[in-house]
């Protein structure tokens, strides 16, 4: 039982440049989130999913894209790279709103 | 939307102390959960707990939401303690996700 994983781990992208990160789930769970890790800042909620198919925006949506195509997958999109980007991004799922998250491992980003 | 304050901000404890981590909410909250941010940046969820009282080994929680807040109990901390931890609350049930808290750092010293 893997839980969440989440590809690449590490990455390093050039202003401008176009990346996709993927998060999986093997939990059969409905909602699925994207979240960015600042130093001193907490994490901040990008998009979330409550359902295969369906996408809302989170407190920091801006340059960015998702979609949930199948249940067991969320994809964040960066369209255009910029250097505040550059973060540590984690993808969590749970049941629905009122259980417990799960977190993938992180994807570090730079964007130089 | 809710707001979560941790204090404190930054911890140093000797091993073997006991330590209490604060967080209030600014709203009625339906989830409420605790985790521990490992040094390596794992995130992992220790309780969930809108309410009441529960413990896990040498760890317990208790949330009051009634007077918005909650506490997480450390005893006989050791040094795998250490990292961040976060409070993080939704404000109603259903779809709203988690807002997380700014987290308090804890260093457990040998």
């Known amino acids: 039982n893997a839980g969440v994983t989440q590809t690449p781990k590490f990455r390093v992208l050039k202003t401008g440049q176009s990346m996709t990160l993927l998060c999986a789930q093997d939990?059969?769970?409905?909602?699925m989130y994207w979240y960015r890790q600042d130093p001193g800042m907490g994490l901040r909620l990008i998009h979330y999913?409550?359902?295969?198919?369906?996408?809302a925006k989170g407190e920091v949506p801006d340059g960015y894209n998702v979609s949930r195509l199948k249940k067991q997958n969320f994809l964040l999109g960066l369209e255009s790279a910029a250097p505040s980007q550059t973060s540590v991004y984690f993808c969590a799922s749970s049941y629905g709103g009122d259980y417990g998250y799960t977190f993938g491992s992180g994807t570090r980003l730079t964007v130089v | 939307g809710i707001q979560v304050e941790q204090s404190p901000p930054d911890l140093i404890l000797q091993e073997g102390a006991n330590s209490t981590l604060r967080c209030n909410f600014s709203?009625?909250?339906?989830?409420l959960q605790w985790f521990h941010q490992n040094p390596w940046g794992q995130l992992i969820n220790l309780f969930y707990i809108p309410s009441g009282t529960k413990q896990n080994g040498r760890l317990s929680a208790t949330t009051v939401a009634t007077e918005r807040y909650s506490l997480l109990y450390i005893s006989s901390s050791q040094t795998t303690d250490s990292g961040v931890y976060f409070c993080a609350a939704s404000r109603n049930s259903g779809n709203t996700p988690l807002v997380f808290g700014k987290g308090t750092r804890l260093s457990v010293i040998a």
């Open positions: 939990m059969n769970h409905e909602y």
């Open positions: 709203d009625s909250v339906n989830n």
């Open positions: 999913s409550v359902g295969e198919g369906t996408t």
